[in-house]
């Protein structure tokens, strides 16, 4: 493979307009690059040096749904015509061509090569000058922190990758993958260096903290603990549909996750909210007690680098029953995962909602005083419901309209939820399985079930996907414990719509009798395509899983340039 330098930078000033892009990607140009000099003038000018990292982060907001939860058995994408980014990845068909990889992958390096030039910046304004030193710290540690967490995500993505720590790397480092275990310990000293100057709490949640950084740092040793693949135990099952040999965990590294939730948690700065659905939603933005770190948005044309498209992707056509949504769930059967006295299954899978802009009465009094919508079969499925804007006096009713749900609600990066089930996993693997249920049922009492006298690892398997479900790790999980192959073959054969009755309108009219013919099914208009593209997306991800989806392919650079990199396996 003839090798190209990664130029960071220059990816940074590229226009991408003659890329395709799809409805839920209003691209603008790619974030200006700060004019580099060898030290700052003012505290102000260090300040918005390292705000620099932060708007290639808002571009992937929900680009990781599309990536992440499509890769899964309980998601399809509908974005655009099967051959198009968001339905490959949901087909099990993702490539080095596919536009998500590609926009996750550069882009997370974009936001490096500004914290890099953050880094050294700070390295030359210690000297004097007119700059308040804790400004200068508090710059490089946000800087540090944002590039800690920018490798997590690629080295949970694509394994090994490059370190590239500065804005004069060489063309070997830029395209040389590196060992896991060294990017993980470049994780580390980055978040750990960061703590030490971060505040201790930061009211302005996509602020970094010292609660943030301890966060991401148990995130980041909980993986570590797994003993993340290798690339050539990767190849070794790339062909396959087998998943990897069981996990045996590094002790040490879940006593560090242990640490590190136990400091957030210790802090006294943060808490469950007393309602699950109290997270969810611009009111809870910088003021939940449970959000520790997010990625701000104001919205597409408000400043925003991009608007987080979570609120529009799920919910594109709102209560046009008819269209098929850019992403949302494979299956009717989903809701039963959740239990009907579980407190989050209507904000996380609904089956009905009220529009706002449809009153039944002139002064409405309640939630039953607007038209009613279901989303359930013979029309369509359910919904995901944590990122719609809803009414504020009643949470059953949601604005119709496109400007009633614009694209300016916060990426929750981590919130106090997922420490717990962090310490709780880590508990488990170190053999206490009792204080692990502790920790678990702190979660389960906010959602009305029962108490948990011990923790297996099926409970805990469920409590992550019930908790953060559509959260963007249901993934990420599922690598972590080396099922992924297995989930998608045994769970995706049980949904509904996997049935041979929904692989063609003609199949399903023979089952259900067609349209306003008397009979039970013909009473009610039906979409029938719709299932016939959800029974086609279910099928192609049981044929096409195999173990190379364990990692994404290394794509190309944002103008199509090949970036010199060694190649995943299977890719």
Known sequence: MKKK??????????????LVFYSCENESDPPSVVTEESVWKSDQEALATVNAVYPPLQRLSSSYSFLLESATENTISFEGADDEAGP?????????????????????????????????????????????????????????????????????????????????SSKKEQTERQSIDKVYEQIVQDLTEAEADLPPFDQTRSNPSKGAANAILARAYLTWASKPLSQNEVGAISGSKTDPSAVTWDTKKLEKAVEYADRVINSGNYKLENDFEDNFGVPAENRSPEH????????????????????????????????????????????????????????????????????????????????????????????????????????????????????????????????????????????????????????????????????????????????????????????????????????????????????????????????????????????????AKVYKHLHSKTTNVSGRFYRFPIPKGLSGNDLGIEQNPGY
């Open 5 to 18: 330098s990664l130029n960071l930078a220059a990816l940074a000033a590229i226009l991408i307009s003659s």
């Open 88 to 168: 490959l990845v949901s087909l099990f068909q993702t490539d080095i061509n596919n536009w998500y990889p590609t926009k996750v992958f550069n882009y997370l390096y974009v936001s490096i090569n500004e914290a890099n030039r953050t880094v050294a910046k700070a390295d030359s304004s210690y000297a004097g000058g007119n700059l308040s030193q804790d400004v200068i710290k508090l710059a490089r540690a946000r800087a540090k922190f944002v590039r800690g967490l920018d490798y997590l995500y690629l080295t949970q993505l694509w394994g090994e990758v490059p370190l590239i720590l500065s804005t004069t």
């Open 292 to 531: 520790i770190f997010t990625i701000h948005h104001d919205g597409d044309g408000q400043g925003d680098a991009q608007g987080n498209h979570q609120t529009h992707c799920p919910f594109t056509f709102r209560f046009d029953l008819y269209q098929d949504n850019h992403i949302g769930p494979a299956d009717v059967t989903l809701l039963d995962r959740f239990s009907d006295k579980d407190k989050r299954k209507r904000f996380s899978l609904l089956t009905r909602l009220y529009n706002q802009d449809e009153p039944l009465v002139n002064s409405p009094q309640s939630a039953s005083d607007y038209k009613e919508y279901h989303y359930v079969y013979p029309i369509t499925s359910p919904r995901v419901g944590k990122y719609i804007h809803r009414n504020s006096k009643y949470p059953e009713v949601a604005p119709g309209t496109e400007a009633g749900q614009p694209n300016n609600i916060n990426r929750i990066e981590i919130r106090y939820a997922e420490v717990l089930l962090i310490k709780a996993e880590a508990l488990l693997n170190l053999g206490k399985a009792t204080e692990a249920a502790g920790v678990i049922n702190e979660l389960r009492k906010r959602a009305g079930l029962s108490d948990l006298a011990t923790l297996t690892q099926k409970d805990l398997e469920n409590e992550w996907y019930l908790e953060l479900f559509f959260e963007q790790k249901h993934w990420l999980n599922l690598v972590r414990w080396r099922k992924l192959v297995n989930t998608v073959l045994t769970e995706t054969p049980k949904f509904e719509y996997y049935k041979e009755d929904y692989k063609s309108v003609e199949s399903q009219v023979a089952k259900f009798g067609p349209e306003n013919d008397g009979t039970q099914a013909g009473k009610v208009k039906t979409n029938y395509p719709f299932f």
